[in-house]
Protein backbone atom coordinates (compact mmCIF):
# COMPACT_ATOMS: atom_id res chain seq x y z
CA UNK A 1 0.00 0.00 0.00
CA UNK A 2 1.22 3.52 -0.65
CA UNK A 3 -0.13 4.85 2.90
CA UNK A 4 -2.34 7.69 3.39
CA UNK A 5 -1.12 11.87 2.55
CA UNK A 6 -3.54 14.53 4.46
CA UNK A 7 -3.00 18.54 4.03
CA UNK A 8 -4.66 20.83 6.79
CA UNK A 9 -5.26 24.06 7.47
CA UNK A 10 -4.28 24.81 11.40
CA UNK A 11 -2.63 27.98 12.97
CA UNK A 12 -2.47 29.80 9.75
CA UNK A 13 -0.30 27.38 8.30
CA UNK A 14 -0.52 24.47 6.09
CA UNK A 15 0.50 20.72 7.74
CA UNK A 16 0.73 17.83 5.57
CA UNK A 17 0.19 14.21 7.26
CA UNK A 18 1.81 11.08 5.94
CA UNK A 19 1.29 7.76 7.49
CA UNK A 20 3.19 4.68 5.69
CA UNK A 21 3.93 1.24 6.19
CA UNK A 22 7.72 1.16 6.90
CA UNK A 23 9.08 -2.84 6.10
CA UNK A 24 11.96 -4.69 6.84
CA UNK A 25 13.31 -7.23 9.98
CA UNK A 26 10.93 -5.13 12.65
CA UNK A 27 8.10 -4.01 10.48
CA UNK A 28 6.41 -0.46 11.59
CA UNK A 29 4.22 2.32 10.98
CA UNK A 30 5.59 6.13 10.94
CA UNK A 31 3.66 9.28 10.82
CA UNK A 32 5.52 12.17 8.98
CA UNK A 33 4.04 15.54 9.92
CA UNK A 34 5.20 19.03 8.30
CA UNK A 35 4.60 22.62 9.08
CA UNK A 36 4.61 23.92 4.72
CA UNK A 37 7.48 21.13 3.92
CA UNK A 38 9.65 21.77 7.20
CA UNK A 39 9.60 18.36 9.36
CA UNK A 40 8.20 18.83 12.51
CA UNK A 41 7.95 15.58 14.30
CA UNK A 42 7.62 11.65 13.91
CA UNK A 43 6.19 8.83 15.45
CA UNK A 44 6.69 5.25 15.04
CA UNK A 45 4.77 2.11 16.10
CA UNK A 46 5.99 -1.26 15.50
CA UNK A 47 2.79 -3.55 13.21
CA UNK A 48 1.30 -5.85 15.78
CA UNK A 49 2.25 -9.50 14.53
CA UNK A 50 -1.45 -10.53 14.34
CA UNK A 51 -1.89 -8.13 11.23
CA UNK A 52 -1.68 -10.33 8.32
CA UNK A 53 -3.84 -9.27 5.58
CA UNK A 54 -3.27 -6.44 3.39
CA UNK A 55 -7.25 -5.27 5.26
CA UNK A 56 -5.93 -5.72 8.42
CA UNK A 57 -2.84 -3.89 7.79
CA UNK A 58 -4.45 -0.30 5.70
CA UNK A 59 -7.05 -0.05 8.43
CA UNK A 60 -4.22 -0.22 11.24
CA UNK A 61 -2.23 2.27 9.02
CA UNK A 62 -5.36 4.37 8.99
CA UNK A 63 -6.42 4.07 12.28
CA UNK A 64 -2.73 5.00 13.66
CA UNK A 65 -2.93 8.23 10.72
CA UNK A 66 -6.26 8.90 12.37
CA UNK A 67 -5.51 9.18 15.76
CA UNK A 68 -1.68 11.78 15.09
CA UNK A 69 -4.39 14.02 12.63
CA UNK A 70 -6.70 14.34 15.30
CA UNK A 71 -4.37 14.94 18.07
CA UNK A 72 -2.42 17.73 15.99
CA UNK A 73 -5.91 19.25 15.25
CA UNK A 74 -6.60 18.95 18.84
CA UNK A 75 -3.55 20.37 20.15
CA UNK A 76 -4.09 23.10 17.84
CA UNK A 77 -7.57 24.26 18.87
CA UNK A 78 -6.95 24.46 22.69
CA UNK A 79 -3.95 27.07 21.24
CA UNK A 80 -5.91 28.74 19.10
CA UNK A 81 -8.63 28.93 21.12
CA UNK A 82 -6.69 29.51 24.25
CA UNK A 83 -5.76 32.79 22.35
CA UNK A 84 -9.73 33.85 21.97
CA UNK A 85 -10.15 32.67 18.43
CA UNK A 86 -11.83 30.39 16.35
CA UNK A 87 -11.29 26.64 17.04
CA UNK A 88 -9.84 25.07 14.09
CA UNK A 89 -12.58 22.46 14.09
CA UNK A 90 -15.60 22.37 15.65
CA UNK A 91 -15.29 20.02 18.89
CA UNK A 92 -17.55 18.38 21.31
CA UNK A 93 -18.10 20.19 24.68
CA UNK A 94 -16.04 19.69 27.33
CA UNK A 95 -17.05 18.22 30.76
CA UNK A 96 -17.01 20.97 33.02
CA UNK A 97 -13.83 21.59 34.96
CA UNK A 98 -13.65 21.62 38.83
CA UNK A 99 -13.29 25.37 39.63
CA UNK A 100 -10.87 24.77 42.56
CA UNK A 101 -7.98 23.24 39.83
CA UNK A 102 -8.69 24.53 36.48
CA UNK A 103 -6.77 27.65 35.26
CA UNK A 104 -8.16 30.35 33.73
CA UNK A 105 -7.38 28.71 30.26
CA UNK A 106 -9.56 25.96 30.95
CA UNK A 107 -5.86 23.18 31.39
CA UNK A 108 -4.61 22.92 34.77
CA UNK A 109 -0.84 23.22 35.23
CA UNK A 110 0.07 19.40 36.52
CA UNK A 111 0.63 19.77 40.82
CA UNK A 112 4.45 18.11 42.24
CA UNK A 113 3.23 17.25 45.90
CA UNK A 114 6.66 17.85 47.77
CA UNK A 115 8.46 14.30 48.82
CA UNK A 116 6.46 12.76 46.49
CA UNK A 117 7.65 9.60 44.31
CA UNK A 118 6.69 12.03 41.33
CA UNK A 119 9.04 15.07 42.48
CA UNK A 120 12.13 12.50 43.10
CA UNK A 121 11.82 10.91 39.72
CA UNK A 122 11.59 14.55 38.45
CA UNK A 123 14.59 15.40 40.24
CA UNK A 124 16.18 12.36 38.78
CA UNK A 125 15.42 12.68 35.06
CA UNK A 126 16.52 16.23 35.36
CA UNK A 127 20.53 14.87 37.36
CA UNK A 128 20.84 11.67 34.75
CA UNK A 129 18.68 12.54 31.80
CA UNK A 130 21.41 14.91 30.57
CA UNK A 131 24.41 11.84 30.09
CA UNK A 132 21.91 9.87 28.42
CA UNK A 133 20.99 12.98 25.81
CA UNK A 134 24.62 13.96 25.28
CA UNK A 135 26.65 10.03 24.89
CA UNK A 136 23.99 7.66 23.59
CA UNK A 137 25.79 8.01 20.28
CA UNK A 138 28.37 5.63 18.45
CA UNK A 139 31.89 6.07 19.10
CA UNK A 140 34.26 8.82 18.45
CA UNK A 141 36.09 8.52 14.97
CA UNK A 142 39.45 10.05 16.05
CA UNK A 143 41.65 9.94 19.13
CA UNK A 144 40.92 13.80 20.01
CA UNK A 145 37.48 13.19 19.89
CA UNK A 146 37.57 10.03 22.11
CA UNK A 147 40.02 12.76 24.52
CA UNK A 148 37.26 14.99 24.59
CA UNK A 149 33.97 12.93 24.95
CA UNK A 150 35.85 10.67 27.80
CA UNK A 151 36.92 13.84 29.61
CA UNK A 152 32.78 15.22 29.10
CA UNK A 153 31.77 11.77 30.62
CA UNK A 154 34.00 11.54 33.85
CA UNK A 155 33.10 15.38 34.76
CA UNK A 156 28.79 14.13 34.62
CA UNK A 157 29.68 11.36 36.00
CA UNK A 158 31.50 13.05 39.07
CA UNK A 159 28.55 15.61 38.83
CA UNK A 160 26.13 12.36 39.28
CA UNK A 161 27.57 11.35 42.13
CA UNK A 162 27.89 14.75 44.12
CA UNK A 163 24.10 15.59 43.06
CA UNK A 164 21.52 15.78 46.14
CA UNK A 165 19.63 12.73 44.67
CA UNK A 166 22.21 10.24 44.48
CA UNK A 167 20.98 8.12 46.90
CA UNK A 168 17.69 7.30 44.94
CA UNK A 169 20.06 6.22 41.61
CA UNK A 170 19.21 2.68 41.33
CA UNK A 171 21.95 0.69 43.00
CA UNK A 172 22.98 -1.29 39.29
CA UNK A 173 23.43 2.58 37.31
CA UNK A 174 25.68 3.47 40.81
CA UNK A 175 27.59 0.57 40.26
CA UNK A 176 27.81 1.13 36.73
CA UNK A 177 29.12 4.53 36.75
CA UNK A 178 31.55 3.22 39.25
CA UNK A 179 32.86 0.79 36.96
CA UNK A 180 32.89 3.26 34.03
CA UNK A 181 35.08 5.44 36.43
CA UNK A 182 37.63 2.67 36.96
CA UNK A 183 38.23 2.21 32.92
CA UNK A 184 38.71 6.04 32.47
CA UNK A 185 41.27 5.73 35.67
CA UNK A 186 42.61 2.75 33.51
CA UNK A 187 42.73 5.03 30.23
CA UNK A 188 44.63 7.48 31.83
CA UNK A 189 47.01 5.26 33.28
CA UNK A 190 47.46 4.27 29.70
CA UNK A 191 48.26 7.59 28.66
CA UNK A 192 45.11 8.17 26.69
CA UNK A 193 45.29 5.02 24.37
CA UNK A 194 42.89 4.89 21.97
CA UNK A 195 42.63 1.35 22.90
CA UNK A 196 41.87 1.40 25.46
CA UNK A 197 39.34 4.38 24.92
CA UNK A 198 37.52 2.23 22.43
CA UNK A 199 36.80 -0.45 24.76
CA UNK A 200 35.19 1.98 26.99
CA UNK A 201 32.88 3.38 24.95
CA UNK A 202 30.61 0.54 24.44
CA UNK A 203 29.97 0.63 28.39
CA UNK A 204 29.29 4.40 28.41
CA UNK A 205 26.71 4.15 25.21
CA UNK A 206 24.79 1.21 26.64
CA UNK A 207 24.35 3.08 30.20
CA UNK A 208 23.29 6.36 28.20
CA UNK A 209 20.78 4.87 26.26
CA UNK A 210 19.47 3.31 29.58
CA UNK A 211 19.25 6.83 31.24
CA UNK A 212 16.67 7.77 28.51
CA UNK A 213 14.59 5.26 29.81
CA UNK A 214 13.42 6.71 32.46
CA UNK A 215 10.88 9.17 30.84
CA UNK A 216 9.21 5.72 29.95
CA UNK A 217 8.17 5.58 33.91
CA UNK A 218 4.57 5.42 33.93
CA UNK A 219 4.29 8.70 36.92
CA UNK A 220 6.13 10.43 34.46
CA UNK A 221 4.82 9.59 31.34
CA UNK A 222 1.63 11.15 32.85
CA UNK A 223 3.08 13.87 33.98
CA UNK A 224 4.78 14.58 31.06
CA UNK A 225 1.84 14.72 29.11
CA UNK A 226 -0.63 17.04 31.61
CA UNK A 227 2.60 19.22 31.45
CA UNK A 228 2.69 19.37 27.89
CA UNK A 229 -0.77 20.01 27.33
CA UNK A 230 -0.53 22.73 29.83
CA UNK A 231 2.58 24.26 28.27
CA UNK A 232 0.26 24.12 24.94
CA UNK A 233 -2.48 26.59 26.42
CA UNK A 234 0.02 28.66 28.24
CA UNK A 235 1.84 29.08 24.54
CA UNK A 236 -1.32 30.61 23.58
CA UNK A 237 -0.97 33.47 25.67
CA UNK A 238 0.91 35.03 22.78
CA UNK A 239 4.37 35.13 24.61
CA UNK A 240 6.92 32.87 26.62
CA UNK A 241 6.30 33.52 30.19
CA UNK A 242 8.17 33.00 32.87
CA UNK A 243 5.69 30.38 34.40
CA UNK A 244 5.86 28.40 31.49
CA UNK A 245 9.37 28.75 31.27
CA UNK A 246 9.15 27.00 35.05
CA UNK A 247 6.75 24.84 34.11
CA UNK A 248 8.42 23.31 31.21
CA UNK A 249 11.75 23.00 33.56
CA UNK A 250 10.17 19.64 35.16
CA UNK A 251 11.02 17.82 31.38
CA UNK A 252 14.54 19.03 32.22
CA UNK A 253 16.75 15.75 30.89
CA UNK A 254 14.12 14.35 29.00
CA UNK A 255 15.20 16.18 25.26
CA UNK A 256 17.79 18.04 24.43
CA UNK A 257 16.23 21.00 22.43
CA UNK A 258 14.31 21.66 25.48
CA UNK A 259 17.21 21.52 27.40
CA UNK A 260 18.25 24.15 24.97
CA UNK A 261 15.55 26.07 25.52
CA UNK A 262 15.30 25.97 28.97
CA UNK A 263 18.90 26.66 29.23
CA UNK A 264 19.02 30.10 26.55
CA UNK A 265 15.14 30.69 26.46
CA UNK A 266 15.64 34.17 24.75
CA UNK A 267 17.17 32.42 21.97
CA UNK A 268 13.78 30.50 20.67
CA UNK A 269 10.71 32.15 19.24
CA UNK A 270 7.09 30.96 20.00
CA UNK A 271 6.92 28.77 16.99
CA UNK A 272 10.46 27.37 17.72
CA UNK A 273 9.22 25.95 20.94
CA UNK A 274 5.69 25.21 19.45
CA UNK A 275 7.60 22.64 17.48
CA UNK A 276 9.23 21.10 20.00
CA UNK A 277 5.74 20.78 22.41
CA UNK A 278 4.15 19.62 19.46
CA UNK A 279 6.48 16.58 18.66
CA UNK A 280 7.05 15.89 22.53
CA UNK A 281 3.19 15.76 22.95
CA UNK A 282 3.40 13.50 19.99
CA UNK A 283 5.51 10.93 21.70
CA UNK A 284 3.72 10.97 25.12
CA UNK A 285 0.20 9.35 22.99
CA UNK A 286 -0.80 5.84 24.37
Excluded: C
Excluded at 120 to 149: C, E
Excluded at 228 to 255: V, Y
Excluded at 266 to 284: F, H, S, V
Amino acid sequence: MSGVIDKIALLGREFTIQTELIPGEEVRIRTLVYDGGRLVTSREIPLDPSLTTDDQIEAKVRSQHKLITDTLVKRATELQASKGGEAARPAAAPPAPKPDRVAPTGTPRPEIEPGSHLEIAIALRKTIGPFGLAFAHPAPTTASGYDTALEEVEVAIDAIMKSSVYDHVRLDEQLTMIAIRGQLATWRLAEKDIATATEIWPSIEGFAYHQQKISDRRDLVTFDHKTLTWSMSQLGKGTITEELRDGLSHLAGRDAELDAFLANPEDMDQMGLLEILLRLIDQTLA
